[in-house]
């Protein structure tokens, strides 16, 4: 199973709005609404940030967000904030699973 | 609090096996799967298969079948993963995860560093 496609990095500046890709197919994301993303800051394990394509954990800041259209799911995190910055995956389960290739988000 | 602690680093020779556990606490063990996930240096998040601590079975990532296994010891809330045949590409940051109710990873261990060297 191939990786699922994220953009390489996104940057914007505090407060504004970035939003990150996340392309399979339709024996992946497009067949299932169990598509997960996870926070990780250099160093550190991964962190659920959102779950069921656009379910929030508690604790997460309500400026995450999700969404998916066919084959392609998105995160996006509003009013950008210094700690965001990061590595951020995506991942989906159509029997197993299959990670995204990763994207490093910049605050400028 | 849900925690997995694993064990320490570990620097292993081309052709040997490592094994890796992962021991939690702060919630009925075999009542989630543990997944186990893998990250090379500077690279993204592999998944490498879960087990079901309640059925005890479980499913590899078909890239690992014939070199993975993963085990359990119920007595003592703690996972394993026995990686075998190893080579330099097996160099990495070894994860266990909690599999969540909703087909996510919501508690992760602290990561084991996994050196292949000859």
């Known amino acids: 199973q191939s990786a699922l496609t994220q953009p390489r990095s996104v940057s914007g500046s505090p407060g504004q709005s970035v939003t990150i890709s996340c392309t399979g197919t339709s024996s992946d994301v497009g067949a299932y609404n169990y598509v997960s993303w996870y926070q990780q800051h250099p160093g550190k394990a991964p962190k659920v940030m959102i779950y069921?394509?656009?379910e929030r954990p508690s604790g997460v800041p309500d400026r995450f967000s999700g969404s998916k259209s066919g084959n392609t799911a998105s995160l996006t995190i509003s009013g950008l904030q210094a700690e965001d910055e990061g590595n951020y995956y995506c991942c989906s389960y159509a029997g197993s699973y299959v990670f995204g290739s990763g994207t490093e988000v910049t605050v400028l | 609090q849900v925690q997995l602690v694993q064990s320490g680093a570990e620097v292993k020779k081309p052709g040997a096996s490592v094994k890796v556990s992962c021991k939690a606490s702060g919630y009925t063990f075999t009542s989630y799967d543990v997944n186990w996930v893998r990250q090379a240096t500077g690279h993204g998040l592999e998944w490498m298969g879960w087990?079901?601590?309640?059925?005890?079975?479980?499913r590899y990532a078909q890239k690992f079948q014939d070199r993975v296994t993963m085990t359990s010891d119920t007595s003592i809330s703690t996972a394993y993963m026995e990686l075998s045949s190893l080579r330099s590409e097996d160099s990495a940051v070894y994860y266990c995860?909690?599999?969540?109710?909703?087909?996510?990873?919501?508690?992760w261990g602290q990561g084991t560093v996994v050196t292949v060297s000859s």
């Open positions: 087990m079901n601590l309640n059925a005890n079975n479980t």
């Open positions: 995860a909690r599999g969540g109710y909703n087909y996510d990873f919501d508690n």
């Open positions: 069921d394509v656009s």
